[in-house]
């Protein structure tokens, strides 16, 4: 299972510049334009709910706007084609000027298309009559589809449904643990850029006035004495800097995982800031932070790459393994950090990549911390307790479950009402 955990590792802890879903709109328009080989006069969209969902209220990197007709404009017109998630990266004023009078003049549209994947996006891009049709699938990058004036360049039908192609029969929270802590330090020293990238970020909202200021204000707190600076008001007020950035538009990539920034966000820096504040070696904090990483792969794999179900219950459920980790808790204590998770703050409904996202991490953050606290003190939440089942693995099946059967209606609900409400504002 080594090279498997490694692998996965390197393909899901990766940087993104910018919130993925609407990043993954400009990935899409630039792989179009790229195929049509022609400056677009025109750009389409066909998104999935969960898609516009999460576009619909997110900052886009350096524009001053939010939402997926700018991010595809930008795609389209600037974005690198060969660069994937950091697409936005170098764009110019020049192509932002131009992406915002396309945006203006109504050159590009954004259009919901039904019974079609969660995360599924079509763009095509048009000139005169030539058209450039690519589309993306199940994961953020993963094209299954590409035409040019309506012939067939690419398709990879095996690779549509495809949920990245890994096959987690093998996994187990114990395989985890095992793998953690018997793996060399130097094969999981890349884990060490995800660091660096996300305390930048952090910083950065601290230092700025981002969105709704969740981390700026705890700061601000803890200078005038209404707040102790300690491990959970660290951990919550430096995660909820780092998506204040992210979802205002900052222009600073962060190292995501599963294909979200505020989950590689959230599953790192509580953990780096415990390691901080405990005085944990170096190695421990890398094993610490592989444990949060994977586990949160893992239960990821469950609940699927977008549901009604807000995703940082998942990396944070992973963070908290990961500090008890760190705290010297062993496989019994993680099992019981898991358990306590759930119990807190399952259930938190995903409405969308906007500012309001760190608000629901401060929430998440604190829940985490103090799952950890209580599993090492060898308190937890058991199998009488709602979808806690004494069996960790069960528990994290039942997550999956009430993700993909229990709040399909309610995904179905918050986006009726998303959309209810941006027809009162058009």
């Not at 350096?62 to 060969?82: C, F, K």
């Not at 019994?332 to 259930?347: A, C, D, E, P, R």
Request: proline content about 2%; some cysteine.
């Amino acid at each position: 299972m080594k090279e498997v955990f490694l692998q996965k590792l390197k393909e899901e802890f990766v940087p993104a510049l910018g919130c993925t879903e609407p990043v993954a709109v400009a990935y899409a328009a630039a792989k179009a334009r790229e195929v049509l080989t022609l400056q677009p006069e025109r750009i389409e969209f066909f998104v999935s709910g969960n898609i516009l969902k999460n576009g619909m209220g997110v900052g886009i990197p350096g524009s001053g706007m939010v939402g997926l007709t700018i991010a595809g404009a930008l795609g389209a017109l600037g974005g690198d084609p060969t660069a994937g998630l950091e697409v936005l990266d170098g764009i110019s004023n020049d192509v932002m000027d131009m992406a915002k009078s396309f945006v203006d003049e109504g050159k590009v549209s954004v259009d919901v298309k039904y019974d079609v994947p969660k995360l599924y996006i079509e763009c095509i891009c048009h000139n005169g009559d030539n058209t450039g049709r690519v589309v993306i699938q199940d994961r953020h990058t993963n094209i299954v589809a590409v035409e040019r004036n309506g012939e067939v360049i690419y398709s990879n039908a095996c690779n549509s449904g495809n949920k990245g192609g890994t096959d987690f029969s093998e996994w187990s929270f114990e395989n985890i643990y095992n793998f953690i802590n018997t793996v060399d330090i130097s094969e999981i020293r890349f884990i060490e850029k995800g660091i660096k990238l996300n305390k930048s970020i952090a910083e950065e909202g601290l230092r700025g006035n981002y969105g709704l200021q969740v981390g700026k204000s705890m700061l601000l707190n803890i200078k005038k004495g209404l707040l102790s600076s300690d491990i959970m008001n660290r951990s919550i007020m430096l995660t909820a800097a780092a998506s204040d950035a992210r979802m205002a538009g900052s222009t600073m990539p962060v190292m995501s995982n599963c294909g979200s920034g505020n989950q590689g966000i959230s599953v790192t820096l509580p953990v780096v800031v415990a390691a901080e504040e405990l005085e944990v070696e170096q190695d421990k904090l890398l094993r610490g932070l592989a444990l949060a990483l994977l586990t949160t792969i893992y239960m990821k794999s469950f609940v699927g790459q977008l549901s009604a179900l807000c995703g940082v219950l998942l990396s944070t459920a992973g963070a908290g393994c990961g500090i008890t980790y760190i705290m010297g808790g062993d496989f019994q204590q993680l099992g019981m950090t898991l358990k306590n998770m759930t119990g807190s703050v399952t259930g938190m409904i995903c409405d969308g990549a906007k500012y309001g996202c760190s608000h629901k991490i401060s929430a998440s953050v604190s829940a985490a911390i103090q799952s950890s606290l209580l599993a090492m003190n060898h308190n937890v939440l058991n199998g009488m307790n709602g979808i806690i089942d004494d069996d960790v693995e069960a528990t994290i099946r039942n997550i999956g479950r009430l993700a993909n059967e229990g709040m399909e209606v309610t995904d179905e609900v918050i986006l009726k009402t998303m959309l209810e409400k941006m027809k009162k504002v058009s």
